[in-house]
């Protein structure tokens, strides 16, 4: 099977750089998987888990991604989000502190775009805590 190049990048770090055969990204209009050679574009990414395969037999890792976009371009694929983090390193009670942050400021008078900020803390937070309990007990 075919690889091509794959960067996740976060605000605060480089998660992974390195050869790739599949991505799967958690898009706005559902999951999208990208393979090798995949036509240019840029796609728009929300709130959730991706995973990738670094080669074909090899097991599938994922991330928790924050919202950016997937920027495809000559059989390399660039994806760039403000938050990248292994299921395993969520600290749940952190994320459940930012989910009860979120909802406060939800409750109380704010400017559509403080509103839109609370909206998208409360996603983070959610899906923090939905793919970080599935390591929990392992």
């Known amino acids: ?5 794959l960067k996740i990048l976060a605000a ?40 990738f395969r670094e080669e074909a ?8 991604v924050g919202l950016g976009f997937v920027h ?7 994806m760039l989000v403000d938050t990248a983090e292994r299921p395993e390193d969520i600290d749940r009670v952190r994320a459940q502190r930012a989910l009860e942050r979120a909802r406060e400021q939800l409750r109380q008078k704010q400017s559509i775009q403080e509103f839109h900020v609370s909206q998208a803390s409360m996603a983070r937070a959610l899906v923090r805590l939905k793919e970080g309990g599935k390591y929990e007990e392992r």
Not at 57 to 64: G, H, M, N, T, Y
Not at 72 to 78: F, G, K, L, P, S
Request: charged share 25%; proline share 3%.
């Open 57 to 64: 037999d090899a097991p599938w890792q994922s991330v928790i």
């Open 12 to 51: 605060d770090n480089r998660f992974y750089d390195g050869s790739c055969q599949s991505i799967i990204v958690p898009a706005q209009d559902g999951e999208k998987e990208i393979l090798a050679h995949h036509e240019n574009m840029v796609i728009a990414t929300k709130e959730g888990r991706a995973r």
């Open 72 to 78: 495809i371009a000559d059989n390399c694929v660039t």
């Open 1 to 5: 099977m075919a690889a091509f190049h």
